[in-house]
């Protein structure tokens, strides 16, 4: 957290200390910043903002599973599905559907429905383990 903030040397410096995301002085004390979070509940946890573009600081943070850090990211993609605003990964996982294939549709221009809709071509693998379309 402090080295991705203050240095400019460290190689997530431009996605945080270089955005302008700091660290609250008061966490310069350990004991402080161990009184505002609490222990880490396990190995599995590591610090999270709750908003991606804000500072370090009590009320900010929390401890959060990598899976949990993954719902939280600035280039996760919304859509607006059944009168919600959801994250498109959700809507893929509850369909079953090809993530990435949608994600390359919607980069195309297609409209959510479509790309979320159209069935995949099915294809057949090869002797030699290449793919082929199967024509329908």
């Avoid at 899976?67 to 996760?76: L, M, P, V, Y």
Wanted: aromatic share 12%.
């Amino acid at each position: 957290m402090w080295k991705r903030c203050t240095k400019d040397g460290h190689k997530n410096f431009n996605n945080y200390g270089g955005r302008g995301i700091k660290v609250c002085d008061d966490w310069k004390n350990f004991y402080v910043f161990l009184f505002d979070m609490g222990p880490r509940p396990s190995l599995d946890y590591s610090i999270e903002r709750i908003d991606v573009n804000g500072d370090y600081e009590p009320g900010n943070c929390k401890w959060a599973t990598k899976a949990e850090q993954d719902r939280n990211k600035r280039n996760n993609v919304y859509v607006e599905y059944e009168g919600e605003r959801v994250l498109l990964m959700d809507v893929v996982a509850k369909l079953g559907v090809d993530r990435g294939i949608v994600y390359g549709r919607l980069r195309s221009g297609w409209p959510l429905e479509e790309a979320l809709a159209v069935p995949v071509r099915p294809t057949k693998t090869l002797a030699d383990g290449r793919k082929r379309k199967v024509k329908s």
